[in-house]
């Protein structure tokens, strides 16, 4: 069966490749989620706060996702190439998001630690999601 493709094949338009975005968004957004909860801050009464601090994370995600091919059948064929590519994927994703918020534009900055921590918490979400789904398929 073929499958549609945007961005040279890099993106597979299906209902699984839709899954498994909405999959790896909800871990990014958990992952923002409970830093701004630990740091005293509620998302839920914050939005704006929170969209402020997600939105980094999603354009760089977003950015390394799609042009390096994460949104393809390949990309969660097994658990050896989800886990791979996905923190592979989440390292790039997390520098993008850094020199966002080392920017006026996002609250926050750059921050070494930060960088560190969400490499390792988001990271492992994402790991475990695209692991996840290698098992299922």
Same mark, same amino acid.
């Given at each position: ?57 999603? @354009? =760089? *995600?977003? #950015?390394?996702? $799609? ?7 390949? &990309?969660?064929?097994?658990?050896? %190439? !989800?886990?791979?590519?996905?923190? @592979? =994927? *989440?390292? #790039?994703?997390? $520098? ?7 920017? &006026?534009?996002?609250?926050?900055? %750059? !921050?070494?630690?930060?960088?560190? @921590? ?20």
């Amino acid at each position: 069966m073929s499958v549609s493709t945007v961005g040279n094949g890099r993106i597979e338009l299906s209902a699984r490749t839709a899954l498994v975005a909405v999959g790896d968004l909800l871990a990014i957004a958990l992952f923002v989620g409970v830093g701004e909860l630990t740091h005293g801050i509620n998302p839920v009464l914050s939005p704006g706060r929170f969209a402020g601090t997600l939105t980094p994370f999603y @354009v =760089g *995600w977003l #950015l390394v996702a $799609g042009l390096g091919g994460l949104y393809t059948a390949g &990309a969660t064929e097994t658990v050896r %190439a !989800a886990v791979g590519r996905a923190i @592979v =994927g *989440w390292v #790039l994703a997390v $520098g993008i998001a850094q020199g966002l918020r080392s920017t &006026a534009v996002f609250p926050g900055n %750059a !921050a070494v630690t930060f960088a560190l @921590v969400s490499v390792v918490v988001g990271g492992t979400l994402l790991m475990l999601w695209r692991g996840a789904v290698a098992v299922a398929k």
